[in-house]
DNA sequence: GTGAAAGCGCTAACAC
DNA sequence: GTGTTAGCGCTTTCAC
């Protein structure tokens, strides 16, 4: 079984070159040749070896993907996304996790670069450090930043409108009379927090709000974490009488904390959060939030890179993608 | 900046072997020019090219990983155990996603193989059609199956008690006094499915309730078929006092279809699931449910694959790993 | 201790 | 049309 191409050939008892010509349908080769060494190639049960194929041509037809934690919903949501546009051009996906850390992120970077990836889409933990995708890019291999740009980065990138979408979910706080508005979150280095912690401040300042920084609870970018921050604004005596969580694991932690304290949603405490998950609507009430294209946020990273691997030379773009208030129960007012 | 190992011997002046020495640190290579070949490594900004290391060596360093849907948290949960362990090895991770559908499933394994990953992890979708991975056996590659068995096909395996998990749950509800309890389920084809409802049976049994076909209702691995199929049991008039779900994406279809049905748990309906996530504990009541343990299912994978890449020729193991049923308060009873 | 040389399996000129 | 030949960048004998 098994077998090089060279087996294929004398199994066709032609060159290995024609056989090469014949299996990878370059070339002239006559028919009957072609039909010969195709023959040969599935009677010894021929498997290209695309190892040896990417040395030479130099494309391993694999793209890296480095996201925080393919764990969080959202980051595997829009790596399904990447996989499923990217799959249907025949590549492959190699996947690391950063965990928000950039050390991890630098080396994760690096072994996709080993291996030679025709292309990488991340989603960067750090703002102002992008020496390390810099450097790929100057190879000429595409990066695509997902989520989150890089100040200072020449690069393309596919995010989000977080400051419009935390907006728009504290000014509904707002507009529902709430004034002391707590916000959850994870760290303000990570952009997209920065973002939607910039969007929930001036969305405070227009509704004439008080911009406290004690609402402002900060921390790690997980469940316990959110639970913690949450517990630390609802423990206050001043509690505040809403909460705005920037994204789902936030969320699902300050759903925690709330309950643990057996306050009530919305008369007690209110709560928007940032991410659309499918639990949102299973809890009571069913949870308000700035959902975003997910899929398509994957997909159009996806297509960009694409873009590029086909020789696209265009100067960066950053594309914007919309998100969008869901109102549910977890506010009050229409519900 | 780049280059190749030639510009690095250039550079030191050296032969190409003895930087390939020096650099890999095999072989005799005096202390003096092992330091010179590093430093001119770094001046020049050398990288490894993974490729051509691994035509020669035969050993990409990389595992493929195919999974139903990246999406499902299970999935996600477990990637994220093999890429945990598999990392420090120096590993990295090839993902697909084959949706439950053995053609898909194929053609991943097929360009994963074609991409002469090392080893390969795979939650299989058919439990009786293992050819595609025997073959990659007889290659002398080592698979490694997650979560589901294949029968006839001799194949390390780490997989959950999925029957007597099943069985735990369904007799919980049982000797709470529940006779007609209704299955919400994926494909029976998908052994994990397969297993649970024979353990769903067998506690009726047990109990002495009877087993009655119409309340087993099954379809696709999706969050809305399970609301679907999970209608379909509460839309009857001879309603089923209880639910057991035999997966988290059926547990939150059915949830939804309780919620729409405005019934309440656990008065109307009772409800025990397969899968803790996170949210079951955010819901109210909190759902009872059967608990795998994920992260520990992917270490165990990759700490298998791990063992057979040192070079282990064991007879094949199957691991099974135990499940623990979480009482919370979605079965009425002491909650 | 170091260098020369032979490939790994494939692509792609370049001849014939 | 088909065969010959030269690499891709690296590892690894085998001499010296």
């Given at each position: 079984m098994a077998g090089t191409i060279r087996d294929v050939a004398r199994e066709a008892g032609v060159s290995q070159a024609t056989a090469a010509r014949a299996l990878a349908g370059y070339g002239y080769v006559s028919p009957a040749t072609r039909h010969r060494v195709r023959k040969a190639a599935t009677s010894i049960g021929y498997r290209p070896n695309v190892v040896a194929r990417s040395l030479v041509?130099?494309?391993?037809?694999t793209i890296g993907v480095v996201v925080g934690?393919?764990?969080n919903p959202f980051f595997a949501g829009a790596a399904r996304g990447i996989a499923d546009v990217l799959e249907r051009d025949g590549y492959t996906l190699l996947l690391a996790n950063s965990d928000e850390d950039l050390g991890r992120e630098r080396r994760a970077v690096e072994a996709l670069r080993a291996r030679q990836v025709d292309g990488l889409a991340v989603v960067p933990s750090?703002?102002?450090?992008g020496a390390h995708l810099a450097a790929i890019l100057r190879e000429g291999r595409p990066v695509v930043l997902l989520d989150r740009p890089i100040a200072g980065l020449a690069v393309d990138a596919v995010l989000v409108d977080n400051r419009a979408g935390a907006e728009r979910a504290v000014h509904h706080l707002a507009s529902l009379g709430h004034r002391r508005i707590g916000l959850v979150g994870d760290s303000p280095g990570i952009v997209s927090t920065g973002e939607r912690i910039d969007g929930y401040r001036t969305a405070l300042a227009a509704a004439g709000a008080p911009v406290d920084d004690a609402l402002v609870s900060l921390g790690g970018s997980t469940i316990d974490e959110g639970h913690r921050l949450a517990r630390a604004l609802l423990d206050r005596?001043?509690?505040?009488s809403a909460l705005f969580t920037v994204n789902n694991f936030m969320t699902a932690g300050a759903l925690g904390a709330i309950r643990e304290l057996n306050l009530?949603?919305?008369?007690?405490v209110a709560l928007v959060g940032f991410d659309d998950l499918d639990w949102t609507t299973l809890v009571d009430p069913p949870i308000t939030v700035v959902a975003q294209p997910v899929a398509e946020l994957g997909r159009a990273v996806a297509e960009r890179l694409l873009e590029r691997l086909r020789g696209d030379l265009g100067p960066p773009q950053e594309l914007r993608l919309r998100t969008r208030l869901v109102v549910r129960g977890s506010c009050g007012g229409r519900a």
């Open positions: 041509s130099g494309a391993t037809k934690d393919i764990e750090s703002g102002d450090d005596p001043d509690r505040p009530r949603i919305p008369e007690d």
